[in-house]
């Protein structure tokens, strides 16, 4: 043991181990503050999301909350509470008025707050209690409509509540199917008392829950083999289709950038270890011919590795950690909500991918290099090229199991394999003709463009796999620019400037033109209006729902409910003709419900409708962009089909803040409309997006910090080469001029030919990423193809400039001797 520790001080010394190390540092360190951050934020997003869920999760169900289930959770350590929602009548003085009431416990919400106000038609503040017995908030809408004020008292039911505040916001009403009525909020001591809820009356109950991830995966996988039909598990990204994919596509980013931190710091540990192994052929080859064993030479190794490898692993552990708080800390300031404490258990994935970067790259390096001969160790040019592919076939195999570990899946990892070899074989097609032609125009050189371009060919084996490192780190930068241009322009498009905020439901076709009148007068924007009638499918191609799905479980959700069904002559907007004739007698079905349900054009759906029964045939498919917030629908039938049932009409509206009390006042001379707002729900997927934006930027900074070392280290590796040809060059009387024209023609075609080839790559990649990732339309990406080589022209010229700096400065003979 001591001989190894002797060995490793003159490495250490000489320079040799601590390139070794600090590549094992970069590795770990950048692995894991882009895991914790990752982790963070994607904890952030959830806690973020619960707010609107009032919970971590939630059950949501038909029937009375099972007391087991409650019995459970509580063993478990969660946090419970509970919502009763139902539709009513609520009376005050001589009115009365249909409202959607949520009896809840003392301790709900459990995430996020009321928004309460003392004045009518008052924005809000946040207050984090519930009612208490005898009270009633009630939103302003619905105190407008039965003309109270707080302090009155309101009947519901039997019983008599005294109201006590405005409800502007209740974090978990937009999970209510009820939520388009006035809405008010009571204590659920006092639900018993109202007799209200009987036989057939139409309930939501809600199981609220909160605690640490664990726990409730725990109870997730005990709960959901026993819900039945009418009983969900709600989760945060669950709350609805724009936050689900909003989230879903950040998390995929995220573990984007993640992948493309292993792969760098994979590509870093060959680097690295390549260096290594060469710069210790004379210590190998002194060591044997002293007597040393291959034995003796592995353990030497394996010592030296080990001790390596918990050196770096703590100290990059260490680093990784300062790192994301780092991070945190600049990004708290333009985040909304304080980003949750990392979790420990995520440093797993730094050290396992310095681990496994050192046993696929590192060790069987090092066992082709005590397996050579001394004799051949020592010849000056002697090189280990034997088994080199399989050594690295090893690593990337190595590289890429750990990538699906890490993304816990295999497509990302699948499409980031084929990008880079498909790269590689790029490179070695194009590198080897281009160093060719180079080498050829440039017989007999004498200029420093010329001697650079011949130094392509020169030295091609190790050019070649420089270009391919080079082209690899641009490739992977470019493909975090593009990706995160795209989704941040998505995330724009999502929720254009003044969109929808409004619905209004139960809308006569004879309150039609009123209700446009006065809004005209407010000057509000509104939609078209469309006609709406409950259907529900009961059969498709002659077999019923039932049929298909004989334990009620797992229906498409066309199927599991009544739809709101309508007809039109033309395609509303956001809506996009995907196959068929929209025109023809039959129906329209969105896209993604008919790849859910599994329907072609041509199938025929049976819907019951108020009793009638109704069957068409498919006969066009659609999109749905549901970003606009236009009313939208699953299915669209012809007129001949709805015409003769009775129909009430939709259409949403645009309130600024500004208009929300005179259209609330001038709408409670229309009591039998319903009102859905939604503007609290997209104020808060606004922030939302804010802050992913924020903080995918903030990582792409970061992997970028991380591609500009790899950078470095690639340079380095061939260093000791170009030094010798430069020192010889200044020996044989060339100025440092033409030395450094040399050097700056060399690596400018090497950034130039990696840049271009990296923009071809990151666009190859980028289609696969936007159409099989993050389910959106591939997009052309013209900044790439400047951007590619301007950095690689640019940054490598500068890198490679700087880092032969010596070559410049030491006098020739120094420099020689030192090589």
């Known amino acids: 043991m001591s001989f190894t520790f002797r060995l490793m001080l003159r490495d250490i010394r000489s320079g040799d181990l601590v390139t070794l190390l600090m590549a094992l540092i970069i590795s770990v360190s950048t692995v894991t503050?882009?895991?914790?951050?990752?982790?963070?934020?994607?904890?952030?997003?959830?806690?973020?999301?619960?707010?609107?869920?009032?919970?971590?999760?939630?059950?949501?169900?038909?029937?009375?909350?099972?007391?087991?289930?409650?019995?459970?959770?509580?063993?478990?350590?969660?946090?419970?509470?509970?919502?009763?929602?139902?539709?009513?009548?609520?009376?005050?003085?001589?009115?009365?008025?249909?409202?959607?009431?949520?009896?809840?416990?003392?301790?709900?919400?459990?995430?996020?707050?009321?928004?309460?106000?003392?004045?009518?038609?008052?924005?809000?503040?946040?207050?984090?209690?519930?009612?208490?017995?005898?009270?009633?908030?009630?939103?302003?809408?619905?105190?407008?409509?039965?003309?109270?004020?707080?302090?009155?008292?309101?009947?519901?039911?039997?019983?008599e509540f005294s109201v006590a505040k405005y409800l502007v916001r209740d974090p978990g009403s937009s999970?209510?199917?009820?939520?388009?009525?006035?809405?008010?909020?009571?204590?659920?001591?006092?639900?018993?008392?109202?007799?209200?809820?009987?036989?057939?009356?139409?309930?939501?109950?809600?199981?609220?829950?909160?605690?640490?991830?664990?726990?409730?995966?725990?109870?997730?996988?005990?709960?959901?083999?026993?819900?039945?039909?009418?009983?969900?598990?709600?989760?945060?990204?669950?709350?609805?289709?724009?936050?689900?994919?909003?989230?879903?596509?950040?998390?995929?980013?995220?573990?984007?950038?993640?992948?493309?931190?292993?792969?760098?710091?994979?590509?870093?540990?060959?680097?690295?270890?390549?260096?290594?192994?060469?710069?210790?052929?004379?210590?190998?080859?002194?060591?044997?011919?002293l007597g040393a064993t291959p034995k003796l030479l592995t353990k030497v190794f394996v010592q030296q590795l080990s001790v390596l490898f918990v050196a770096g692993a703590l100290i990059g552990l260490a680093i990784g950690w300062g790192m994301q708080e780092i991070i945190a800390s600049l990004l708290a300031g333009l985040m909304s909500t304080e980003l949750p404490e990392p979790s420990i258990s995520r440093l797993w994935l730094g050290a396992s991918t310095g681990l496994v970067s050192m046993l696929v790259f590192c060790i069987p390096l090092m066992l082709r290099l005590i397996k050579i001969s001394p004799l051949s160790v020592l010849q000056p040019n002697a090189r280990i090229e034997q088994n080199t592919l399989f050594v690295y076939l090893i690593g990337f195999v190595g590289m890429y199991g750990l990538m699906c570990l890490y993304t816990n899946g295999f497509l990302l990892p699948s499409i980031m394999t084929v990008a880079i070899l498909g790269i590689s074989l790029l490179v070695a097609v194009i590198g080897w003709s281009i160093f060719k032609l180079g080498r050829s125009l440039t017989s007999g050189a004498t200029s420093g463009w010329q001697i650079g371009l011949a130094s392509l060919y020169r030295r091609l084996v190790p050019n070649l796999f420089q270009l391919l490192v080079f082209t690899l780190i641009i490739m992977l930068g470019l493909i975090l620019v593009g990706v995160k241009s795209s989704l941040i322009a998505d995330w724009q498009q999502q929720l254009p400037e003044n969109a929808p905020n409004h619905y209004l439901f139960n809308v006569q076709s004879t309150q039609i033109d009123q209700i446009n009148n006065e809004t005209d007068n407010l000057n509000i924007e509104r939609s078209d209006w469309y006609p709406m009638v409950r259907g529900r499918v009961t059969a498709v191609n002659e077999t019923s729902v039932q049929e298909l799905y004989p334990e009620e479980r797992g229906e498409p959700e066309l199927y599991e409910r009544e739809l709101n069904l309508t007809w039109s002559d033309t395609l509303g907007q956001g809506n996009e003709l995907v196959s068929?004739?929209?025109?023809?007698?039959?129906?329209?079905?969105?896209?993604?419900?008919?790849?859910?349900?599994?329907?072609?054009?041509?199938?025929?759906?049976?819907?019951?409708?108020?009793?009638?029964?109704?069957?068409?045939?498919?006969?066009?498919?659609?999109?749905?962009?549901?970003?606009?917030?236009?009313?939208?629908?699953?299915?669209?039938?012809?007129?001949?089909?709805?015409q003769n049932y009775p129909a009430n009409f939709v259409s949403s509206l645009f309130i600024s803040e500004a208009d929300a009390q005179p259209f609330y006042k001038t709408m409670s001379q229309f009591p039998t409309v319903s009102i859905l707002n939604v503007g609290d729900v997209l104020k808060q997927i606004q922030t939302i997006i804010g802050q992913l934006s924020q903080a995918i930027q903030l990582v792409l900074f970061c992997i970028l910090s991380a591609g500009a070392l790899v950078l470095l280290a690639s340079v380095r590796s061939t260093l000791e080469e170009?030094?010798?040809?430069?020192?010889?060059?200044?020996?044989?009387?060339?100025?440092?001029a033409l030395v450094r024209q040399a050097l700056l023609i060399e690596f400018g075609a090497l950034g130039l030919f990696s840049g271009l080839i990296a923009a071809i790559g990151a666009e190859t990649c980028l289609y696969g990423l936007q159409v099989f990732v993050f389910n959106s339309e591939a997009s052309f990406h013209p900044l790439l193809w400047l951007l590619g080589p301007l950095i690689g022209v640019c940054v490598i010229s500068a890198i490679g400039i700087f880092a032969s700096r010596t070559v410049l400065k030491v006098p020739p003979m120094l420099l020689l001797r030192g090589l």
Do not use: C
């Open 33 to 159: 503050s882009i895991g914790l951050f990752i982790d963070r934020l994607q904890l952030s997003f959830e806690q973020e999301s619960a707010n609107l869920l009032a919970a971590d999760r939630l059950i949501r169900s038909d029937e009375g909350i099972s007391n087991d289930w409650r019995v459970k959770a509580q063993d478990l350590g969660l946090q419970l509470a509970e919502r009763t929602s139902f539709s009513t009548m609520m009376f005050a003085n001589d009115a009365l008025q249909l409202s959607q009431v949520s009896a809840v416990t003392d301790n709900y919400p459990l995430k996020g707050n009321f928004l309460v106000d003392d004045t009518l038609f008052g924005t809000g503040f946040a207050f984090n209690e519930s009612p208490k017995t005898g009270e009633v908030w009630v939103s302003s809408r619905l105190a407008s409509l039965l003309n109270i004020k707080i302090g009155d008292i309101v009947e519901v039911g039997d019983a």
């Open 580 to 642: 068929g004739d929209f025109n023809a007698e039959g129906l329209s079905v969105e896209q993604d419900v008919a790849k859910e349900a599994n329907l072609s054009l041509g199938d025929e759906l049976t819907i019951n409708i108020g009793g009638n029964i109704v069957t068409l045939p498919i006969t066009s498919i659609r999109t749905v962009d549901w970003g606009t917030m236009q009313p939208n629908f699953y299915l669209i039938l012809p007129k001949s089909a709805l």
């Open 175 to 289: 999970t209510s199917a009820f939520a388009i009525s006035p809405r008010a909020v009571i204590n659920l001591a006092d639900l018993a008392s109202t007799n209200v809820i009987i036989p057939g009356s139409r309930v939501r109950y809600s199981l609220l829950l909160a605690g640490a991830r664990d726990e409730l995966a725990q109870y997730e996988e005990w709960v959901t083999p026993q819900l039945k039909e009418g009983q969900r598990w709600r989760t945060p990204t669950q709350q609805g289709e724009r936050i689900g994919d909003t989230i879903g596509r950040a998390e995929s980013f995220l573990l984007l950038a993640g992948t493309l931190a292993v792969v760098m710091s994979g590509v870093a540990m060959a680097l690295a270890s390549a260096r290594f192994v060469k710069r210790h052929l004379m210590q190998v080859a002194i060591l044997k011919t």
């Open 722 to 736: 170009r030094l010798e040809e430069g020192a010889l060059l200044r020996v044989l009387g060339a100025r440092s």
